[in-house]
């Protein structure tokens, strides 16, 4: 082959690697990521938070999803309600989304450099005056901080999925206070009525008894001054059943008209077990409860961070092989370098590792307290609660005895109707005294449930 014909493949080899080097560029950026704008409105949002309704088609194909094609409305289904309409369930499920990502940060390899840099000497003008040819450079990364990062990123995703039951959790027990709170009104609200109209007989009676000059004034004013206060009792029952309602509908994610006609199954109310072998639960909850796996998942990717932070003392290198045309010759090139640690070793990072290290447990033995803190305060609040409500019951069967003797005897003429009252309005008041101590009971099973995450209140069949 003649020189020029030498020199002529050269330079096309030559300018087919910086053609070829042109072309992958493009070729690379051709499967990024695009970005699409989705904006908020606020006042379409409103719109449809004030639309809200149980009957939405999209509700009712979700809860036949999970179960329930044609929905009793208790604590299972409106936590489903919850679960679907309110968004804090939707922020953890983005939270683990995120750490998700994070994985894919960690264990994606670090794209190389692309690097041209053309020369033209002016004082070689045979066989060429330009030098060019690209220069890939690629990160080699210490193996083990690569290991250790990904390893951590999992440890995020495990926490973000513990985040997301114990949302899930917080969604059911606030549909369960909700819940309560409308049971506890609606119970006040009857009894507080059944009080109201036993004073009103009660004053009908006494307005007779000072008509035949069988009473004084003060007794028939002491009288009506019950009944007023029996009646005004009996309004604000009903106040709070409607508020009851309101708070349940802001616990499901619906505006208050959603919940309007609508037969709420309150029958995991009224008859609860008391809660047995809650020693063994409360070990099973100080260790496989989601926010002790969660701060434990936490520690874990604590730990990994400074396993890497520590790799990362013995750095990487980088690699970069290449090729130039320069002046008509084909050369080609391997550059190779490596970070010398000279004026640092990493500590800051590893320092701040290691304290994010002791953070994390100490968080982790923080949890673990709260939590032991809980199940004990609710085991001490249940024990008490169930003695109050046994004495509520003996008391409520004392009055319905005094108050049937009472019906007996006014039936055989032997008191008058006056007594029977009075004893039933004894019986009323002991049964109000028996709904506060029922509920505070119920309470307190709910906050052991909150405590152990163990479902103590079932929803109808």
């Known amino acids: 082959m003649s020189p020029m014909m030498d020199s002529t493949c050269r330079r096309r080899c030559g300018w087919r690697a910086v053609m070829l080097a042109a072309l992958l560029l493009p070729a690379t950026l051709a499967g990024c990521a695009r970005y699409v704008p989705r904006p908020i409105d606020a006042a379409t949002s409103a719109s449809h938070l004030a639309a809200r309704r149980l009957d939405d088609a999209a509700l009712r194909r979700f809860l036949a999803a999970m179960g329930h094609p044609t929905p009793r409305w208790g604590i299972g289904t409106l936590t489903l309600v919850a679960v679907f309409e309110r968004p804090d369930l939707r922020i953890a499920v983005a939270d683990q989304a995120i750490a998700r990502g994070g994985l894919v940060a960690a264990t994606a390899l670090p794209n190389p450099t692309l690097g041209l840099s053309p020369t033209f000497n002016t004082a070689a003008g045979l066989p060429s005056p330009i030098k060019i040819g690209p220069i890939v450079d690629f ?221 994390a447990a100490a968080r982790f033995d923080a949890v673990q307290q709260h939590v032991l803190a809980m199940i004990d305060q609710a085991r001490a609040d249940l024990r008490a609660s169930a003695v109050a409500l046994r004495a509520a019951d003996r008391s409520v069967a004392s009055t319905d005895r005094t108050a049937a003797a009472a019906a007996q005897a006014f039936h055989v003429g032997a008191s008058g109707r006056l007594s029977l009252l009075g004893a039933r309005q004894a019986a009323i008041v002991a049964r109000q005294d028996a709904l506060t101590a029922r509920v505070q009971n119920l309470a307190a099973i709910g906050r052991l449930e909150d405590a152990l995450h163990h479902r103590f209140f079932r929803s109808s069949p």
Request: charged share 20%.
């Open 139 to 359: 990160m080699i990364d210490s193996f083990g901080a690569r290991a250790a990062d990904a390893a951590a990123a999992r440890a995020n995703i495990a926490a973000a999925r513990a985040a997301i039951r114990t949302a899930a959790w917080r969604e059911r027990a606030r549909v369960r206070d909700a819940l309560l709170a409308v049971w506890q009104a609606r119970a006040e609200a009857a009894i507080a009525d059944r009080a109201a109209r036993t004073a009103a007989a009660s004053q009908i009676v006494l307005e007779q008894r000072f008509t035949a000059g069988m009473i004084a004034a003060p007794v028939l004013t002491a009288g009506q001054i019950n009944a007023e206060q029996t009646g005004f009792a009996a309004a604000e029952a009903a106040r709070r059943s409607a508020l009851a309602l309101t708070r349940l509908a802001a616990a499901i994610g619906m505006p208050a008209a959603a919940l309007r006609g609508i037969p709420l199954d309150l029958a995991a109310f009224d008859t609860v077990p008391q809660p047995h072998d809650v020693a063994r639960l409360a070990r099973a909850a100080l260790i496989g409860r989601p926010a002790v796996r969660a701060a434990l998942a936490t520690y874990r990717a604590a730990q990994d961070r400074l396993r890497a932070a520590i790799d990362r003392q013995y750095p990487g290198f980088t690699i970069g092989p290449g090729y130039h045309y320069d002046q008509g010759d084909n050369k080609f090139l391997l550059a190779l370098s490596v970070p010398l640690p000279v004026f640092n070793q990493n500590e800051g990072p590893i320092a701040i590792a290691r304290a994010q290290r002791r953070r």
